[in-house]
């Protein structure tokens, strides 16, 4: 069994996987010179031959425990019909959505139309050591509509009229969806990757009463879709605050990623009985190495006799320095 499925089934605190959300990404060069070269964002997802490459090369680099596989939570909504950009400095824009379009998809259209993603799956698993996992993932429903229905007015808050207008829709859309990341999880499963990452990246930005319906409801539905199939699975509902606290009690995942606003301590106390992961400010890397350290040690030590998986609270930024990384991850990786 791998370090990662060790800490994630067996609850075996002692071993101290680690990896990191956007390992592969921006802030390396080797990654630099293929997406310069790949202008179009969807293309190289689809490039199975690359996306294995690049989903090599933190490993190649780093003493990493698991690669999470190259792609994006934007490639299902693509696989479903909608058109994908992605926009220098903008993020991702979606062409109108459209729901009786949405409906007449059929899942052998999706599984086509995202093949590349699987055999890249089984290509990276086949050059990938065997103590090392592979980790697959989707975008949870909400967040999907989030971009799905262009529902943010800018970075941090949505546009709650055209979500009160479009409810009814929403509702059919998220119920829709899950058919599909279910089926998108199974497929991710039998090429080869052996645990699944839910990111519900704009959790927090739920209005309260809709939190179950948005949030909750829709993650427990496809966790249970994964322990019915024996997947290991670890849920990222980001910025929920205090409600992680619900949302583990309702949804039950194998573990629960935690963002940078959440504090440990709070964490080891209120979430008893989960493995934990991650936690740490992105940003902290950009400090001295001194500061760095001890914020890492921080993790380590509140986290010590529990079962817990090293990473960040949100992904890496792509002004990182790769050589910084490397040290925590030696830091990490000889933490007594
Ligand atoms: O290394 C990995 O983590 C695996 C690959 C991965 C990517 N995106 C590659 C990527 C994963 C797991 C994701 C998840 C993802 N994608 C999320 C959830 C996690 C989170 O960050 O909250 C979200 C919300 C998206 C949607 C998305 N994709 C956005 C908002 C952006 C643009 C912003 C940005 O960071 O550039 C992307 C593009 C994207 N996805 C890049 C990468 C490496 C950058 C593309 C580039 O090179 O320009």
């Known amino acids: 069994m791998s370090k990662l499925t060790n ?56 003493n990493l425990d698991a690669a999470i596989i190259f792609s994006d939570i934007l490639m299902v909504p693509y696989g479903l019909g909608q058109e994908v950009k992605f926009i220098k400095d903008e993020g991702p824009i979606l062409s109108p959505f ?57 970075k941090e808050e949505l546009d709650l009229n055209i979500l009160k207008q479009k409810e009814e829709e929403i509702r059919e859309t998220i119920n829709l969806l899950i058919e599909y990341l279910c089926l998108h999880i199974e497929l991710q499963f039998k090429a080869g990757a052996e645990v699944i990452q839910i990111f519900d990246s704009w959790a927090g930005l739920i209005p309260e009463a809709k939190l179950s319906d948005y949030c909750f409801e829709p993650n427990k539905k496809i ?25 583990a009690d309702i949804v039950k995942p194998d573990c629960l990623s935690l963002d940078y606003k959440i504090d440990p301590t709070w964490a ?41 998986i090293f990473n960040l609270g949100h992904g890496l930024l792509p002004q990182t320095n790769p050589d910084v990384l490397q040290k925590v991850i030696e830091r990490v990786n000889n933490f007594k």
């Open 7 to 62: 800490c994630l089934l067996k609850k075996d605190p002692s071993c101290r996987p680690v990896w990191f959300m956007r390992q592969a990404g921006r802030y390396l060069p080797e990654f630099r010179e293929i997406r310069q070269k790949n202008k179009d964002f969807i293309k190289l997802c689809l490039n199975s031959n690359l996306s294995s490459e690049i989903t090599l090369q933190p490993i190649q680099r780093f």
């Open 98 to 154: 459209n729901l009786e379009i949405f409906k007449k998809n059929n899942f052998d259209k999706f599984k086509d139309k995202l093949n590349p993603i699987y055999e890249a799956i089984k290509l990276t698993r086949k050059n990938l050591d065997k103590q090392k996992s592979l980790i697959g993932f989707i975008g949870a429903p909400w967040t999907l509509i989030v971009y799905m229905f262009g529902l943010k007015k800018n």
């Open 223 to 247: 966790v249970q879709f994964c322990k019915n199939n024996k997947i290991p699975v670890i849920c990222f509902p980001r910025n929920l605050n205090k409600n992680y606290l619900k949302f």
């Open 268 to 308: 080891k106390e209120n979430l008893k009985n989960y493995c934990l992961q991650g936690g740490m400010d992105p940003k902290i890397l950009f400090e001295k190495e001194d500061i760095i350290f001890k914020e890492v040690d921080k993790y380590l030590t509140i986290f010590k006799d529990r079962p817990y």
